[in-house]
Nanobody, 126 residues
């Protein structure tokens, strides 16, 4: 069992930056692929960024490419999502997830993940 806790969300003006953290406990995440998802009101959950267990494979959803950066520090059992040039359309609850799949890929589909955090709200004002 992996327990995930997100932090770092908040209210920011358009053009601003936030850095989300996802701290894992109960089990080391060094062999897990990790992902960041978001869900805005009335919309489906979507993967915005993902990284494989070693950090060698990355995925970014189109609209966030060049603005968001996912990284992981396995020694600290933590995954990060640095978000720059934020836009109002980035407003959502952001979730961290861990996948036990071991193909070495960065996974972008929700069903590929086994553990989820409770989420952290990100609100970008215009």
């Amino acid at each position: 069992q992996v327990q995930l806790v997100e932090s770092g969300g908040g209210l920011v003006q358009a053009g601003g930056s936030l850095r989300l953290s996802c701290a894992a406990s109960a089990r080391a995440i060094s062999r897990y692929a990790m992902g960041w998802f978001r869900q805005a009101p009335g919309k489906e959950r979507e993967c915005v960024a993902a990284v494989n267990w070693s950090g060698s494979a990355l995925y970014y959803k189109g609209p966030v490419k060049g603005r968001f950066t996912i990284s992981r520090d396995n020694a600290k059992n933590t995954v990060y999502l640095a978000m720059n040039s934020l836009k109002p359309e980035d407003t959502a609850v952001y979730y961290c997830a861990a996948s036990a799949l071991d193909s070495g890929s960065a996974y972008s589909r929700g069903y590929e993940y086994d553990y989820w955090g409770q989420g952290t709200q990100v609100t970008v004002s215009s």
